[in-house]
DNA sequence: CCATATGGGTCAGCCTTGTTGACATAGTTC
DNA sequence: GAACTATGTCAACAAGGCTGACCCATATGG
């Protein structure tokens, strides 16, 4: 072979650099889903409801409106599975203080559990991949992927300003 | 374990830095479909329809066993998107030559059209990505999301011919 | 206090895209 | 000629999106 580079980015920009970065992320969404969704498979649970389970562990006390704006779904959609959780004893929900109208979601301990469990095995692939490609790589990865979201998903991964509940809900001085 | 590192890595591995891949990953490939989406949905097609005529672009004359083991899905799955793409004008069939069973697929002109429109977006999306990413953060992506794919799909970003595990390449000899 | 807006839920129906299972028809191979 | 293989097709089902319509309870502003 003859490789004439010289230099650290031989395919910089090139079409096929382009293709293949489209068919990695292909391949690697497929793969990263697809043991969490055996999982789900086995608790008559679909991918939908591992990412409620998800994103209530990661937000808990998060109201309804404010996961919506999260998974960027209807409520209906939400609903199904939603209810589905809270019946199954994964989720419960309570009024909101000051505003009764709120069902902020949380995880119960079985919840808490199940959130372990599914996520686990894409913790443990994103481990690996993380310590096969080294520190450096993984940077690369996270400013790549970070140009490749938009608008309001962007800030959760921003640096500083990051964590608020993501809600424009706060309006508040309270 | 706790944070051993200084500089550029200070969550590397931790829990923290993995739930923020799983859900870069997430996003990112969310909006990385939502563009072709909208414009499959003005002709009336999926993502399923997107899928075929980008693998079939890729490896013209491809049989049909072929392609289902690139996308992973049944026959009868893709057997309806590909006859509506067939019906339509995208993609013709011709038989085998030493196998007359084999009905090899092939884009049209009017294929190769609706192709490059479909694609268009994602190759622009990760040109911009990994243009502000810069070339080196380009290399760490392509390490990671290698090793987040498994097996035969892998091989197919790998350098021809030789295995070696991920994690160089950075100024490899040669 | 009342009108209206908002958070949340629900019913009903539709679409895409995946799944099984059964079966049909050519063409290849032994 | 039998058996296997590549492909297609019918039928039924499920998940998880969507829209539209309508409901209830609570907040909020005049």
Redesign the pocket.
């Known amino acids: 072979m003859k490789e004439v580079k010289s230099g650290p980015n031989p395919l910089f920009l090139r079409e096929e650099e382009l293709r293949q970065g489209i068919e990695m992320l292909y391949f690697a969404y497929r793969d990263f889903t697809s043991e969490a969704d055996a999982m789900?498979a086995r608790h008559?649970?679909?991918?939908?409801?591992?990412?409620v389970i998800y994103f209530v562990g990661r937000h808990p006390r998060i109201?309804?409106?404010?996961?919506?704006g999260i998974?960027?779904?209807?409520?209906?959609?939400?609903?199904?599975?939603?209810?589905q959780l809270?019946n199954d004893g994964f989720i419960m929900?309570h009024?909101?203080l000051?505003?009764?109208?709120?069902?902020?979601l949380e995880l119960t301990e079985k919840g808490v559990e199940m959130e372990r469990q599914l996520t686990e095995a894409q913790r443990r692939r994103f481990a690996r991949a993380y310590r096969e490609a080294g520190a450096e790589a993984v940077e690369g990865f996270r400013k790549v992927m970070l140009g490749m979201i938009d608008g309001a998903a962007r800030e959760r991964f921003l640096p500083a300003g990051g964590h608020r509940p993501p809600g424009r809900?706060s309006g508040d001085g309270r």
């Not at 008559?44 to 990412?51: D, E």
């Not at 000051?98 to 902020?104: A, E, F, K, N, V």
């Open positions: 789900l008559k649970f679909g991918r939908a409801h591992h990412r109201s309804v409106s404010d996961l919506l998974l960027g779904i209807t409520k209906q959609s939400l609903s199904r599975v939603l209810s809270v929900q009024r909101g000051r505003d009764g109208r709120q069902r902020l809900s």
